[in-house]
């Protein structure tokens, strides 16, 4: 089973700022990486697939990199909504699994 | 609007059972495969289960292999996860989600429920 190590487990940041989430793979992945926002109380959504891509409804602020092991999501600049927890998820060996979150907290 | 709800979770004692349900809407049921992905605050989300469009196939994490059954009525557009011997570890919060446009391996999921709780204790 592929292991998904996110870091860091918390960030702490202003509106405004630039910050990067980390997702590590212990096997390569190629580009078969999803990332997922969550807010209390609702169910994971989806932001980025394919390493990369943007989903439906996804904001530009948003991006995602990497390939292999080493993938990272993005936000150029922090807005009030997009504090949450950050999942990454790998669908290139079933069964799919998740990483256990990076929590985005206003500083 | 697509749309995923799920029900049927509640306290059940460790070695009881309890069937979720997942009513889908907005999109051609039939032809989506479907997931049951649970969560809980140490394991964070796990995949559990997946069924094929047709309901003919299914396959399972091995940690609820021989104790979960996933079925699916096309006609009704329902999903169902039936849970026995269950046990304190299923504890979580269990969501149906579609693959991204119920594709078997487009990779990540487009559509979630809003979750069921299912708590196993005595």
């Known amino acids: 089973e592929v292991v998904l190590t996110q870091s860091p487990a918390t960030l702490s940041a202003s509106p405004g700022e630039r910050v990067t989430l980390s997702c590590r793979a212990s096997?390569?992945?190629?580009?078969?990486l999803a990332w997922y926002q969550q807010k209390p109380g609702q169910a994971p959504r989806p932001l980025i697939y394919?390493?990369?891509t943007r989903a439906t409804g996804t904001p530009p602020r948003f991006s995602g990199s990497g390939s292999g092991t080493e993938f990272t999501l993005t936000v150029s600049s922090l807005h009030s909504e997009d504090f949450a927890i950050y999942f990454c998820?790998?669908?290139?060996?079933?069964?799919?699994?998740f990483g256990q979150g990076t929590k985005v907290e206003i500083k | 609007e697509v749309q995923l709800v799920e029900s049927g979770g509640g306290l059940v004692q460790p070695g009881g059972s309890l069937r979720l349900s997942c009513a889908a809407s907005?999109?051609?049921?039939?032809?989506?495969?479907m997931h049951w992905v649970r969560q809980t605050p140490g394991k964070g989300l796990v995949w559990v289960s997946h069924?094929?469009?047709?309901?003919?196939?299914?396959t399972y994490a091995d940690s609820v292999k021989d104790r979960f059954t996933v079925s699916r009525d096309n006609a009704k557009n329902m999903l169902y996860l039936q849970m026995n011997s269950l046990r304190a570890e299923d504890t979580a919060l269990y969501y149906c989600?579609?693959?991204?446009?119920?594709?078997?391996?487009?990779?990540?999921?487009?559509?979630w429920g809003q979750g069921t709780l299912v708590t196993v204790s005595s």
């Open positions: 989600a579609r693959p991204h446009r119920g594709l078997y391996n487009s990779g990540w999921y487009d559509y």
């Open positions: 998820q790998q669908n290139n060996t079933w069964p799919w699994t």
């Open positions: 069924i094929t469009s047709d309901g003919r196939s299914a």
């Open positions: 096997q390569n992945l190629n580009s078969n």
């Open positions: 907005g999109f051609t049921f039939s032809n989506s495969w």
């Open positions: 394919d390493a990369s």
